[in-house]
């Protein structure tokens, strides 16, 4: 199986920050990585498909790169509603894999 | 507008059984594979099992094959998940999701999700 690593697994940010994720992938997956969006109690939200493509209606604040192992998830101004957990998953291979999450909290 | 519709969770014992139902709207159900992703309480997302449009293909998790069945009716835009030989590790909320498009993608839109929990 494809292991998924975010880092870092939490993080503290105020408003208007820039923000870096980044997730690794045990092998190659080409551009097969995903990113969701989740909020407590709440279903997760798809944002990026493709390493880098904006899902319809995300907000172009957010953005994602990477390519091969190596990828990252950047918010380029945090605003309130994005204080949430992140993950990345793999959808190169079966079994699909997520990572352990990131959580943006409030410095 | 896509929705996703989950139910059938609910309390069930070690070794007993629940199937799940996700009812789908505002898309063409038969063109799109479907998924069931859990969650379990305070835990990390996990993938559990996919079906492809036509229900010929299935993929599980190593989790729970040979103890979940994923299906889908066309007819009706429903996909399911029986689940038997139950285990307190299968207590999770369940979501159902659509995959973005044929071929390599990820699931775009998600259910609210169903809690289902293996206690006695």
């Known amino acids: 199986d494809i292991q998924m690593t975010q880092s870092p697994s939490s993080l503290s940010a105020s408003v208007g920050d820039r923000v870096t994720i980044t997730c690794r992938a045990s092998?190659?997956?080409?551009?097969?990585l995903a990113w969701f969006q989740q909020k407590p109690g709440k279903a997760p939200k798809s944002l990026i498909y493709?390493?880098?493509n904006l899902e319809s209606g995300v907000p172009s604040k957010f953005s994602g790169s990477g390519s091969g192992t190596d990828f990252t998830l950047t918010i380029s101004s945090l605003q309130p509603e994005d204080f949430a957990t992140y993950y990345c998953?793999?959808?190169?291979?079966?079994?699909?894999?997520f990572g352990q999450g990131t959580t943006v909290d409030i410095k | 507008e896509v929705q996703l519709l989950e139910s059938g969770g609910g309390l069930v014992q070690p070794g007993g059984s629940l199937r799940l139902s996700c009812a789908a709207s505002?898309?063409?159900?038969?063109?799109?594979?479907m998924s069931w992703v859990r969650q379990a309480p305070g835990k990390g997302l996990e993938w559990v099992s996919s079906?492809?449009?036509?229900?010929?293909?299935?993929y599980y998790a190593d989790s729970v094959k040979g103890r979940f069945t994923i299906s889908r009716d066309n007819s009706k835009y429903t996909l399911l998940l029986q689940m038997n030989s139950l285990r307190a590790e299968d207590t999770a909320t369940y979501y159902c999701?659509?995959?973005?498009?044929?071929?390599?993608?990820?699931?775009?839109?998600w259910g609210q999700g169903t809690l289902v929990t293996v206690s006695s």
């Open positions: 998953q793999q959808y190169s291979t079966y079994p699909w894999t």
């Open positions: 092998q190659g997956i080409s551009n097969n």
């Open positions: 079906i492809s449009g036509s229900g010929v293909g299935t």
């Open positions: 505002g898309f063409t159900f038969s063109t799109y594979a």
């Open positions: 493709a390493a880098s």
């Open positions: 999701a659509k995959k973005r498009n044929v071929g390599y993608y990820p699931p775009d839109h």
